[in-house]
């Protein structure tokens, strides 16, 4: 078997049952080629149990204590194999079978990031959208503007850490900027990528949320667009309190 194309990585804590799903809708793709690391945070519940259904169908399976879901993640890519990496919640799970076929022309496009659309489930806030639309523009200076279920990214261009381990809801949200602000290439597709949960701690609106976005923009955003979120960030929470 040649080298795989795209790594999945799938961070898991106390998911027994959602991981099944989440697994199969990759091992179904059609596109060859694609390899599954599981990164487990030690999970108190039968995760394990599961994950070990489909021993010889994964990659790499890593069960250990970790300091959070992008620790995880890092841990991951850093023992992935593909040129490009995706990263699936453990209670997500890929649109449907030929999800990556379909987009693979794109990721042999001239691009760094790929992102495609995500389907929206189980939210109870009137302000998560069923459908999430990717962009790229200005907005992503004030709001994170790509799903991470619905981005690809290539390995090659990914900073170092890939994903701040020290955020605990919003590295991914950074990372993104980090693209925006070094002019990276960036494919959009209308391809629906992933189904997520929306019942994640980032659909919660809660305080630390918006304390956790303006420290990391504040580290590394120019100071004109700092400016802007400092007015910008308390609107979007009292905003969503407000429904």
């Known amino acids: 078997m040649s080298s795989p194309i795209i790594s999945v990585i799938i961070p898991c804590y106390n998911a027994e049952l959602t991981i099944e799903k989440a697994i199969?809708?990759?091992l179904d793709q059609t596109l060859p080629n694609i390899e599954i690391l599981v990164i487990d945070g030690m999970s108190s519940d039968h995760s394990l149990s599961v994950i070990k259904k489909f021993e010889g169908k994964i990659a790499k399976l890593i069960s250990e204590k970790d300091k959070g879901v992008y620790d995880a993640i890092n841990k991951g890519i850093q023992y992935s194999s593909g040129s490009w990496i995706y990263v699936l919640g453990a209670d997500d799970y890929l649109a449907d079978p030929n999800v990556f076929e379909r987009i693979m022309p794109l990721l042999q496009a001239d691009i760094e990031l790929l992102a495609g659309?995500?389907?929206?489930?189980?939210?109870?806030?009137?302000?998560?959208?069923?459908?999430?639309?990717?962009?790229f523009g200005l907005k992503i200076f004030l709001k994170n503007t790509i799903h991470q279920q619905g981005a690809l990214?290539?390995?090659?261009?990914?900073?170092?850490?890939?994903?701040?381990?020290?955020?605990?809801?919003?590295?991914?949200?950074?990372?993104?900027?980090?693209?925006?602000?070094k002019n990276s290439k960036v494919g959009l597709t209308n391809t629906m990528i992933a189904t997520c949960s929306a019942t994640g701690i980032s659909k919660q609106?809660?305080?630390?949320?918006?304390?956790?976005?303006?420290?990391?923009?504040?580290?590394?955003?120019?100071?004109?667009?700092?400016?802007?979120?400092?007015?910008?960030?308390?609107f979007k929470y009292i905003l969503k309190k407000l429904f």
Do not use: C, G
């Open 153 to 181: 990214y290539k390995k090659s261009a990914l900073p170092n850490p890939p994903f701040k381990p020290e955020l605990k809801v919003l590295a991914d949200y950074a990372t993104h900027l980090s693209f925006k602000i």
């Open 24 to 26: 199969t809708s990759v």
């Open 117 to 135: 659309r995500i389907q929206n489930v189980h939210s109870n806030h009137p302000l998560v959208p069923t459908t999430f639309e990717p962009s």
């Open 205 to 234: 609106f809660q305080s630390k949320l918006y304390i956790e976005e303006w420290k990391m923009k504040s580290e590394i955003l120019p100071l004109h667009w700092l400016i802007i979120n400092a007015l910008s960030i308390p």
